[in-house]
């Protein structure tokens, strides 16, 4: 095969972003400007939404990776002195979690979960009753480390059953799945844009609860990392505290139109058409996938590492590279695999060029393959 002029990667984000998001960052905005105040009152507006949020949540932007508005989310909607966190660990994003809330000096207790089954309400239930000071319940919805998509709903009925709150790591899955605020009465929901929302990296996105995030004027202990500073300082002014990534937001503003013009379903089901297209290749192939179907999120595929002695993952994320194709190793939590994304200005037609690309790969690392 030819190398693509596209430069693909096929990874779990950021990803291949469209010419038409990246364009919009070839022009200055100046923070002041009523255009760029107008873009991020869009995104806001667009990521409540998206989620059912507009009536009860608030979105709140801060500059940073989706790393920074799940610190910046904790420090500022959780009150360290009263509160005990229970993070669902099911993968290496679950651990993540854990790793965050303990740096930023929480209390934090974890469920560790094996990859599969999927958590069930009776794991939460008895985690909630070996331990009932327990406030808040955090979980990874689309666990990019295995590719395994978490039942954050039913999490959320267990929470508000008990009386707790429930704050959602939904960087990958937000704009792909579904996820209802207000029907989930959730506290917090972390997103990227430069996932699901196929924008560039540079900002995050925290929808919190408001009455939460009013009620907490002055909690945080940082003084850049405060959702509740960034809010009122927004509200106040229409510009952001500090300088703004002003072209990820144009960039971003961007993507959300692309977003609303493709539709959730549509980009969820492209997505899908994707995975399917890669999956049945690889299979056809003779690989398998560490997931059954049916728990995969279908935004990333992760792949079992072949067993011929000629494979190593170097090798092979070479070949792929010098033909336009960036791949992605597997996790910790996940030995032995490595991991090819499906999301981004991608369709199946791109997934075929995938598809060749592994084939000359592997056979340029001498790996032999059952012919597809
Ligand atoms: C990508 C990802 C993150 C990390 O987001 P950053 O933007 O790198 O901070 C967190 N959680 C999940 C589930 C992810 O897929």
Known sequence: ?????????????????????????????????ATHQGMTRAIRAYMLELCNGAATHECVPLQGSATYGVEAGLHTLVDREKSRILVIENGFYGKRLTEIATGARFDVTTLQLPMLPLPTEADIEAALAADPAITHIMICHAETGTGVLNPVAMVAEVAKRHGKLLMVDAVASFGGFPLDAAAM???????????????????????????????????????VLDLHAQWAFLEANGFWRWTPPTHVVAALAKGCERHRAEGMEARAARYRANWRRLVDGLRQRGFQTLLPDDVAAP???????????????????????????????????????????????????????VLAAIDESLAEIGVATEPA
Not at 7 to 24: D, F, M, S
Not at 326 to 349: K, N, V, Y
């Open 1 to 33: 095969m030819t190398k693509p002029e596209k430069r693909y990667l096929l990874t779990p984000g950021p990803l291949t972003v469209p010419a038409e998001i990246k364009a919009e960052m070839l022009t200055d905005h100046s923070p002041n400007a």
């Open 185 to 223: 009465d959730v506290a917090a929901i972390f997103i990227s844009p430069n996932k699901c929302l196929e924008s560039v990296p540079g900002v995050a996105l925290v929808v919190a609860r408001r009455d939460l995030l009013e009620a907490s004027a002055g909690r945080s202990p940082s003084v």
């Open 299 to 353: 935004i990333i595929a992760t792949i079992v590492d072949p067993e011929d002695p000629a494979y190593s993952f170097p090798r092979f994320y070479e070949a792929m590279e010098k033909r336009g194709f960036i791949i992605f190793p597997g996790r910790l939590t996940a030995a032995g695999t490595f991991r090819i994304g499906c999301m981004g200005d991608l369709g199946e037609s791109d997934m075929t060029l």
